[in-house]
């Protein structure tokens, strides 16, 4: 039996700092760990602050979703507040965020993880190659590819500024706060915002769709790879007009059962984190982040969420799977002909593929076509000249949370407040799910245990590796 330890450090195209090492044996791996390399102290920084300026600190966790991290703390103090968002506030904020969401998938794919299929010309210096790429799309193929890639960069740019009309720029936008959104929209803007939605929509149908559907063609072992547990976690993002509903509705997919959401059922462990010990499943309410960076056996800077006691993976593909919604229709015959399936709603593709590397990013390009469609909705639904905002009066205590999905997944921010200031704060982001290290039990994170059985035919050229962290767009 051949067994191999390979390390790959940095891990490239992604945002922030990641570590994977694989134990290779026999041509597959058995082990995996993965290491986020940076402490960011968002928590400690934010402590002794007005709880209003948290909307616009915690957006520095991330330059790529700022807006969900905006959202998420805008959500926690309306709750500590007692605060209720006017509609249009609602509604101008679910733009800015869906604006976001079309600008974060569009860079994961042409980017970033849709590297990994298709390359550029001898001239592009800065796309990091393995010795045997595993690259399958023909000439004439890759070659539209990379078209599109420079295409994208414009789109991205448009994407941004659908963010910007009513968040006043981006990234890190100012409209989103305790309270509801900045900016009062008029007519003028909501026709800018829909004239540049209707380029990014025939990119979107005409390029990016397309695209992914071709690759997926040349790469149906992708569909076969990195299930991990199959257990998803959706917090529920995009709120509609009748309370407690949203286009993508809360909730869990535990051992092959849906289960509601219960934000209670968050907990954390450190034992491999660079962080003093806690207790097993620690709640938020009682989360620390102090670091100890010689901490015996840990090996990472993120913490190790569950959720009643399971690994489970966030993300489109978790959005999509809990949510059940409909395919595209350039979706729909991809699966009646390569997999004989009549697949109208993204569970009729089937548990296995779905769960893969290739199944994530067909969820991703699906999410996009789905918020394409809510994005007109809300448009029609936003009043011109309409209250957006409603001033919260910051108590001398009390403590709330916040749930929203980034692009990436699940994203909560938890903050208490004592004498009129943050008193404590806590962030479970959507790459803590899935990038995590082992919890208390030993139990591996859901990108160590989707790496499990991954091929990796040779060791000095762990494409497949990359293929499986780049899916979940860490």
């Not at 102290?41 to 600190?57: H, T, V, W, Y």
């Not at 869906?98 to 010309?121: C, K, R």
């Not at 959507?430 to 059985?453: F, H, Q, T």
């Amino acid at each position: 039996m051949s067994k191999t330890v390979i390390a790959i450090d940095p891990v490239t195209r992604l945002e922030g700092h990641l570590k994977v090492e694989v134990q290779v044996e026999d041509g597959k791996v058995a082990d995996a760990w993965i290491t986020g390399g940076m402490f960011r102290g968002f928590e400690a920084i934010l402590r002794g602050r007005n709880p209003r300026d948290a909307s616009q600190i915690v957006q520095r966790i991330c330059g790529v979703c700022p807006v969900a991290h905006a959202t998420a703390s805008s959500l926690a103090i309306e709750a500590v507040c007692g605060v209720e968002v006017p509609e249009n506030g609602r509604i101008a904020r679910n733009l800015m965020l869906a604006g976001n969401y079309l600008q974060s998938n569009i860079l994961h794919f042409y980017h970033l993880g849709g590297q990994d299929y298709f390359h550029g010309p001898d001239t592009v210096p800065f796309i990091p190659r393995y010795r045997n790429p595993d690259l399958r799309l023909s000439e004439e193929q890759n070659t539209l590819a990379m078209d599109e890639y420079i295409e994208a960069l414009e789109v991205r740019q448009v994407c941004h500024q659908l963010v910007a009309l009513f968040g006043g720029r981006m990234p890190h936008l100012q409209g989103i706060l305790g309270g509801g959104a900045a900016q009062i929209p008029d007519r003028e803007t909501i026709l800018e915002y829909a004239a540049r939605m209707k380029q990014v929509r025939k990119f979107v149908e005409n390029r990016y769709l397309p695209l992914v559907y071709t690759i997926a063609s040349r790469y149906m072992d992708m569909f076969e790879m990195a299930h991990g547990y199959k257990n998803a976690l959706c917090v529920g993002v995009f709120p509609l007009a009748k309370k407690g509903e949203q286009f993508f509705n809360a909730g869990a997919y535990i051992n092959g059962r849906d289960e509601p959401f219960d934000g209670n059922r968050i907990l954390e462990d450190v034992r491999y984190s660079w962080f003093e010990p806690a207790p097993s499943g620690t709640p938020l309410q009682k989360s620390e982040s102090n670091p100890q960076v010689d901490k015996e056996g840990a090996y990472s800077f993120i913490k190790a969420p569950l959720y009643a006691g399971h690994r489970v993976e966030v993300g489109p593909l978790a959005r999509m799977w809990i949510n059940d919604k409909p395919l595209s229709p350039i979706g729909q015959r991809f699966f009646a002909d390569m997999f004989g399936v009549r697949a109208e709603t993204f569970r009729q593709i089937g548990e296995d593929p779905a769960f893969s590397i290739m199944g994530r990013n067909v969820a991703r390009v699906e999410e996009v076509y789905q918020t394409l469609g809510m994005i007109e909705y809300w448009l029609h639904e936003l009043e011109p000249g309409a209250q957006t905002f409603a001033l919260p009066e910051v108590p001398q205590a009390g403590e709330g949370i916040g749930f929203t999905e980034a692009p990436r997944g699940a994203l909560c921010h938890y903050m208490r407040v004592k004498n009129g200031v943050i008193d404590d704060y806590a962030v479970v982001a959507a790459s803590m799910w899935n990038c995590s290290p082992r919890d208390d039990a030993g139990k591996r994170g859901a990108v160590e245990e989707a790496l499990i059985g991954v091929p990796v035919p040779e060791v000095d050229s762990p494409v497949n590796v990359g293929r499986v962290i780049r899916a979940y767009d860490p």
